[in-house]
């Protein structure tokens, strides 16, 4: 494609690279866990599922307790999440009635989520349009940080798209592009590099609306920062290390920070209720981590028991790199919904 038609954005190049239907990383394989690039939270923990649908369960509360309950995870992973929330979820809210819908479109991750909520009722999706309308709660964890993102470069002239080209020998290389972009006036240094989230953003605006005007939460949680700044966050990850993102198109996973406070800009923007920005550590810590832990302990075997431990350290490690610090979490709700669980009251 860049041979013939010339150098593309880093969004474009992200969108192949991630979801091309034959060649897309997505597509081709189940990325998660010790045998694939990387591990998330729900994989790490029974707990950080658990916790989240004891949210949805007091959230649905909030909402007036609507029946039946439209659950939706947004890019959920093997499905283990979505069990564990629902197993909480029925414990917190028996007699709600709970139809969730996923949104997937990788056909290897759908076929694994199917076998993981066997007789949940569940639903799937490719996009949100075909999502049912009327109040909902949404989940949304490690989802954002891989929707396309373009990025900009501040020269002299002003900003130039960042593009991937090829170099000399034929190989994938970084680039500018040659005109500056009209329309951004951000201030910056020569040599800054700033990335504009712009299909975030646009979903996330989606979203607020649909939360403004029928009613619900969304419970968003990624690794990104709570302020704007520039600098290069595009990374990739395969065999749990990082890699160059120009090595092996399609065989890397490709992220990038979110910027948490241009999502919650945006969501304001469409008169939707913001809760957060906040660090996943005091999220968990303020929802209960540590009791649901010691009950489970009580029930455990001594090695049992050193996992839990071990998993309530990972999901809430404090130091720079840790999960607990470098994760966020951001709720967006109707105006109606007042204080959400987790989140300190303004």
């Not at 975030?200 to 979203?207: F, N, V």
């Not at 920005?277 to 649901?292: E, T, Y």
Request: proline share 7%.
């Amino acid at each position: 494609m860049i041979r013939h038609g010339g150098p593309i954005g880093i969004d474009r190049y992200m969108a192949l690279c991630l979801g091309h239907p034959v060649h897309g990383y997505y597509r081709t394989r189940d990325p998660l866990g010790a045998q694939g690039d990387f591990t998330t939270a729900p994989e790490i923990s029974q707990m950080f599922g658990e916790l989240l649908g004891a949210w949805t369960g007091y959230v649905h509360g909030r909402m007036g307790r609507p029946n039946p309950l439209v659950l939706v995870e947004l890019g959920p992973g093997r499905g283990t999440l979505m069990a564990d929330a629902l197993r909480a979820l029925r414990a917190a809210a028996p007699d709600a009635r709970v139809r969730p819908h996923l949104v997937e479109t990788s056909p290897i991750l759908r076929a694994v989520q199917e076998r993981a909520l066997t007789g949940t009722g569940a639903t799937w999706h490719a996009g949100l349009e075909t999502l049912p309308e009327g109040p909902a709660i949404l989940l949304a964890n490690e989802f954002f940080d891989c929707l396309p993102v373009r990025q900009f470069e501040r020269r002299a002239t002003g900003w130039h798209e960042r593009q991937v080209g090829l170099g000399p020998e034929g190989d994938l290389v970084f680039g500018l592009a040659p005109e500056a972009t009209l329309g951004l006036d951000a201030d910056g240094p020569e040599g800054a590099l700033m990335s504009v989230p712009a299909v975030g953003l646009a979903l996330m605006r989606q979203l607020a609306r649909r939360l403004r005007e029928a009613g619900g939460a969304l419970l968003a949680i990624d690794y990104g920062h709570v302020r704007p700044g520039f600098g290069d966050t595009l990374q990739a990850l395969a065999g749990h290390r990082f890699a160059d993102p120009l090595a092996a198109p399609g065989e890397a996973d490709l992220t990038h920070h979110v910027d948490f406070a241009a999502l919650a800009k945006a969501a304001q923007a469409e008169g939707a209720m913001v809760h957060g920005p906040l660090a996943q550590r005091d999220f968990l810590l303020a929802l209960g981590l540590n009791a649901r832990a010691e009950r489970l302990k009580t029930r455990a075997t001594a090695a049992q028991a050193a996992a839990i431990d071990a998993a309530v350290q990972r999901l809430t490690d404090a130091s720079r790199e840790g999960m607990g610090s470098l994760f966020k979490v951001l709720a967006v709700s109707g105006r109606d919904l007042g204080p959400l669980p987790g989140f300190p009251e303004a």
